[in-house]
């Protein structure tokens, strides 16, 4: 069974710095597209950032420079380094995965195939 566990949200004051994580169960990481996406009430999903085996990694405008994904295939999970945060990155933050696919399909179209339950992330002072 394909599963995808985020953790790591919370409450941080604006210029602090929390890591996401997204354990993956039930397939390998290896010829996925792993991405993390954001939900602000009352605005649209975005994709954040994006990471596979194949491509560089993709970062959403509002966001390089500030965070940083990675992968740990032991482990299985992708983690968002997520730095000097803004009220803005305020949402819930869900993962997604695709294999066989592009970067540009899963972080630009949102055309994922599993995605996670989510995890709130509340910027604020």
């Known amino acids: 069974q394909v599963q995808l566990v985020e953790s790591g949200g919370g409450l941080v004051q604006p210029g602090g710095s929390l890591r996401l994580s997204c354990a993956a169960s039930?397939?390998?990481?290896?010829?996925?597209?792993i991405g993390w996406f954001r939900q602000a009430p009352g605005k649209e999903r975005e994709g954040v950032s994006c990471?596979?085996?194949?491509?560089?990694?993709y970062y959403a405008d509002s966001v390089k420079g500030r965070f940083t994904i990675s992968r740990d295939n032991a482990k299985n999970t992708v983690y968002l380094q997520m730095n000097t945060l803004k009220p803005e990155d305020t949402g819930v933050y869900y993962c997604a995965a695709r294999p066989f696919t592009t970067i540009q399909e899963v972080c630009l179209n949102g055309d994922a195939q599993y995605w996670g339950q989510g995890t709130q992330v509340t910027v604020s002072s």
């Open positions: 039930g397939f390998t990481l290896d010829y996925y597209v």
């Open positions: 990471i596979s085996s194949s491509e560089g990694p």
